[in-house]
């Protein structure tokens, strides 16, 4: 589980949409991934992840995705 923060930043018709250029805003999620290593030094992760966002706004519900190539020291 995660608390996650963002500053949006609207542009054109979303900020006149919105009402706002930039707002702050806070919510809860989750994220679960894992890695494969191809040896003991070098991996490659995938993450996804969910957050709620309670707000007022258009975006309530962010889901995001990461795939990464990762060195180990």
Request: aromatic letters at 16%.
């Amino acid at each position: 589980l995660v608390l996650t923060w963002n500053i949006r930043v609207f542009e054109e018709e979303r900020e006149a949409k919105e009402g706002e250029r930039n707002i702050m805003s806070f919510g809860i999620g989750g994220v679960i991934g894992g890695a494969y290593f191809f040896n003991p030094r070098w991996s490659l992760d995938l993450e996804l992840g969910y957050a709620n966002i309670p707000t007022d706004d258009i975006v309530e519900h962010e889901f995001t995705a990461a795939l990464s190539g990762v060195y180990h020291f």
